[in-house]
């Protein structure tokens, strides 16, 4: 079995090959599943936002520019869908404290430690240190999935990364 480009399943399957989109699911499940989870932190919403990312995304080849990687496309929905989620549960719960804690259950003790440093940063800060250290993307690659300036992308960067290192020191101290 020869193995297909991303390229050529997107245009069978916008012929309508249940085979291409199959094996295009296949192919970005996990990936996709784990930034949706290490955006939100909990896999139930994971589950539902990578599903509909993928709903959306086949829904929507017929704009795709099979030039590019699908992979990058997926995740900018996969993304999208997260930040428009959690702006949503943040109106809900406008007026309480804090968000419900997230929920990261299958993580070593040390990952759970980095884990909820994370998930205490902005929303903002959270998405662009998961798509940079979590997924691998540049700060180009993120900009432009979020569309937004390199710039802004490097700022949110290094002032996450200095927060994270303000708690990191507070809570190494705490412990000395």
């Known amino acids: 079995m020869r193995i297909r480009s991303d390229a050529k399943l997107v245009e069978l399957a916008r012929r309508g090959s249940r085979d291409a989109a199959a094996e295009l699911f296949a192919r970005h499940w996990r990936a996709a599943w784990r930034a949706a989870y290490v955006v939100t932190g909990r896999r139930e919403l994971a589950d539902d936002v990578a599903q509909d990312a993928f709903e959306r995304a086949f829904a929507a080849l017929s704009r795709f520019d099979e030039r590019?990687?699908?992979?990058?496309?997926?995740?900018?929905?996969?993304?999208?869908?997260?930040?428009?989620?959690?702006?949503?549960?943040?109106?809900?719960?406008a007026g309480e404290a804090e968000l419900a804690r997230l929920e990261w259950h299958d993580v070593s003790a040390g990952d759970q430690e980095l884990l909820d440093a994370v998930a205490g940063l902005s929303l903002q800060r959270r998405?662009?240190?998961?798509?940079?250290?979590?997924?691998?993307?540049?700060?180009t690659a993120i900009a432009e999935l979020l569309g937004i300036p390199t710039g802004t992308v490097n700022s949110r960067l290094a002032r996450a990364l200095e927060e994270l290192r303000a708690d990191y020191e507070v809570n190494d101290v705490g412990r000395a």
Do not use: Q, S
Request: net charge positive.
């Open 68 to 93: 590019r990687p699908f992979g990058p496309w997926l995740h900018r929905i996969v993304v999208n869908r997260c930040l428009d989620l959690l702006r949503t549960e943040r109106r809900l719960v």
């Open 127 to 139: 998405v662009v240190v998961v798509l940079r250290y979590g997924l691998g993307y540049t700060p």
